[in-house]
């Protein structure tokens, strides 16, 4: 059975930095795709960036350009979301979802329990 978790949230002051981890017990996610999506109070569920196994392919949200990276140790079997000059906006719980597929396209069949992240003004 696939365990995804995700660390690393917390609340931080508009203009900081955080950086999200996700790791998968049962899986080595050497060959997977992964991506992270977040969803704020009273809003959908949305998408903010993914990878493709070898990380040559990346796909940013327009909210996150700029301003969040993607990436994945496969040695260490985890992803990163390294998120930079964070807005109020921002605030929302993010979840780290794993693509077998590889492409970092989806479907998305592995989802984490999410971490918070809370961005003051």
């Known amino acids: 059975q696939v365990q995804v978790v995700e660390s690393g949230g917390g609340l931080v002051q508009a203009g900081g930095s955080l950086t999200l981890s996700c790791t998968a017990s049962?899986?080595?996610?050497?060959?997977?795709?992964a991506g992270w999506f977040r969803k704020a109070p009273g809003k959908e569920r949305e998408f903010v960036a993914s990878?493709?196994?070898?990380?040559?392919?990346?796909y940013y949200a327009d909210a996150a350009k700029d301003r969040f990276t993607i990436s994945k140790d496969n040695v260490q079997g985890t992803v990163y979301l390294q998120m930079t000059s964070l807005k109020p906006e921002d605030t929302a719980e993010y979840y780290c979802?794993?693509?077998?597929?590889?492409?970092?396209?989806?479907?998305?069949?592995?989802w984490g329990q999410g971490t918070q992240v809370t961005v003051s003004s």
């Open positions: 979802a794993i693509d077998p597929t590889g492409t970092g396209s989806g479907p998305y069949k592995y």
């Open positions: 049962g899986r080595t996610l050497t060959n997977d795709g």
């Open positions: 990878t493709s196994w070898s990380g040559t392919s990346q």
